[in-house]
């Protein structure tokens, strides 16, 4: 089974600045999908940024972009000029890709609370 | 409209009653999962199923019942609702590249 830890239960960043969210995963599989979603209080699951393995470069989206280190199975999510409105939970989270020999998996991590501050 | 709907949004029973959450996808997807989110716990699989009439069990399947006669709805039925399945359920269907949620639905057993 494809495991996701995210070691960090609680980070707080001041408003502007960067801040970086870990997330390691265990697989055996090549072809996958790493993703962070944001999760605010509002309980909607929102798509942060995805990233497919087979690409070696990393994924950006505006303010936030990923260290995608597939041989160390570690994908971090970096955020840039935090802002108040980035305060959430934070999921990692896997995809396998369809494969008619083996199952589907869609895996989370436990999540990090990300608090912005003024 | 296209999307993904769970309902209820809120929902309130009694232990030992039967309750169905609804999830219906627009996408017509193939994959579709339920999960629970407890605190500390994050998302946890209870379900998902990779077609219609085609479903198999997560981690936390225990309590909880699911069918697919159409691809679009999955329906997650407590049996017998305990107070520890008080949680967050959440439905999601998978696109080619992505997880698509649903609202989430508060239950609260008492």
């Known amino acids: 089974a494809q495991t996701v830890t995210q070691s960090q239960p609680e980070m707080s960043v001041q408003e502007a600045e960067t801040v970086t969210l870990s997330c390691t995963y265990d697989t055996s599989e090549n072809n996958y999908y790493l993703f962070w979603y944001k999760q605010p209080p509002s309980r909607q699951m929102i798509l942060v940024i995805r990233?497919?393995?087979?690409?070696?470069q990393n994924a950006t989206e505006n303010r936030f972009s990923v260290n995608f280190q597939k041989a160390a199975k570690s994908f971090s999510l970096k955020i840039s000029d935090s802002q108040l409105g980035d305060t959430a939970m934070y999921f990692c989270a896997f995809m396998k890709l369809t494969d008619s020999n083996s199952g589907y998996a869609l895996n989370f991590g436990k999540g990090t609370s990300l608090l912005v501050t003024p | 409209d296209a999307g993904i709907t769970q309902s209820p949004r809120y929902k309130i029973t009694e232990t030992g009653r039967q309750v169905t959450l609804m999830c219906h996808q627009t996408w017509s997807h193939s994959y579709m999962f339920w999960y629970r989110q407890d605190l500390g716990h994050g998302l946890r699989l209870i379900y998902y199923?990779?077609?219609?009439?085609?479903?198999d069990k997560g981690e936390v399947p225990d309590g909880y019942v699911v069918s697919r006669s159409k691809t679009e709805n999955f329906p997650l039925t407590l049996e017998s609702a305990t107070r520890s399945q008080t949680s967050v359920y959440f439905c999601a269907s998978v696109g080619v590249t992505e997880a698509f949620f649903g609202q989430g639905t508060r239950l609260t057993v008492v």
């Open positions: 199923s990779a077609a219609a009439d085609i479903t």
């Open positions: 990233q497919e393995a087979y690409k070696q």
